[in-house]
């Protein structure tokens, strides 16, 4: 079955288990850095927001040997644990005043995402664009978001500089900044898979080594989710490196994190931003990338440049 028969196949059977009540739409999504996905949002008509499920996944599981019966009872079960426990409708979200708490922001890279900044609400940020969403609603299975448009922003009659102030408040109250070490992340990780076989004092003498090199941190969110913004929180750079006692080296590992070392003068610039760059084109899924070039925090001036070889 090709893809486009296994998109239309999903959605007749979905379609014949839900009803006619409801509403079955499959679309292009544009993502980060003008990747399009396809979208499946099932919408009552008593609501004009939908969660939205992304197929192109469950193509690549069905062509694995997952059967459709199993696919389409996966997602939804997925719709099912993301319906929104207070369901927005038009008429909440025309009203600015309601949403002026729930606006936050992201980062993303500027040249690979022109088309989609026509049509959104920017501000221009180094290499980078602070763009705004909606935060909507958590749910078992993750949160309900709607990034915000520009006919959303010209209803609300709201400049974009209003816009940032607001995500600029709200944003870290939402999704709290967490500045862990790579050995911590790491231990996290080893513990989650290990379980029972996880030995802290084995992991110790692996990541023994650390200690010979600038250590690495990895700055993002409480959700783990378009975490590298919080490298714009209020003092969460300048308090950290004056705890180090250094300037620091930001590394845009995605758009969800950024890794930071100290500037001790131990780390080559042109090597890191060779790295970052063959570490994107190789590991890093392109809708994840957000920039090839490193950047430095400096005490100094409390301001972030971008570092080019």
Same mark, same amino acid.
């Given at each position: ?67 459709? &019966? *199993?696919?389409? $009872?996966?997602?939804?079960? @997925?719709?099912? !644990? /993301? ?126 080594? &650390? *200690?010979?090199? $600038?250590?690495?941190?990895? @700055?993002?969110? !409480? /959700? ?86």
């Amino acid at each position: 079955m090709d893809y486009a028969t296994f998109l239309e196949t999903i959605r007749q059977a979905l379609q014949t288990r839900l009803g006619e009540d409801l509403q079955l739409v499959i679309r292009p999504v544009p993502k980060n850095n003008g990747v399009l996905m396809d979208g499946l949002s099932i919408q009552s008509s008593d609501s004009s927001l939908a969660p939205t499920v992304y197929l192109n996944p469950y193509y690549t599981l069905y062509r694995d040997g997952m059967s459709t &019966e *199993a696919i389409c $009872s996966d997602i939804l079960g @997925l719709f099912q !644990s /993301s319906l929104p426990s207070d369901p927005f409708h038009e008429k909440d979200l025309n009203n600015f005043h309601d949403m002026k708490s729930r606006i936050m922001m992201r980062l993303i890279h500027t040249d690979s995402n022109q088309e989609l900044l026509q049509s959104i609400p920017h501000v221009p940020y180094l290499d980078l664009s602070i763009v705004f969403y909606l935060f909507l609603d958590r749910t078992s299975s993750g949160q309900m978001t709607s990034l915000i448009h520009k006919d959303l922003q010209e209803r609300w009659k709201a400049e974009t500089s209003e816009l940032l102030r607001l995500a600029l408040r709200n944003t870290p109250r939402e999704y709290p900044d967490e500045l862990k070490s790579m050995s911590e992340v790491m231990k996290d990780i080893a513990r989650q898979n290990l379980g029972s076989d996880y030995n802290e004092d084995t992991l110790d003498l692996l990541l023994e080594e &650390e *200690a010979n090199f $600038s250590p690495l941190y990895v @700055l993002s969110n !409480s /959700s783990g989710i378009y975490g590298a913004c919080c490298m714009l929180y209020k003092n969460t750079l300048k308090n950290f490196a004056d705890s180090l006692g250094y300037d620091l080296i930001i590394i845009p590992s995605s758009i969800h994190e950024v890794l930071l070392a100290p500037d001790n003068n131990n780390m080559s610039f042109e090597y890191l931003n060779s790295m970052v760059m063959n570490i994107n084109q190789s590991e890093v899924p392109k809708e994840d990338r957000l920039s090839d070039h490193i950047y430095l925090y400096t005490r100094a001036d409390d301001c972030i440049r971008i570092i080019q070889s």
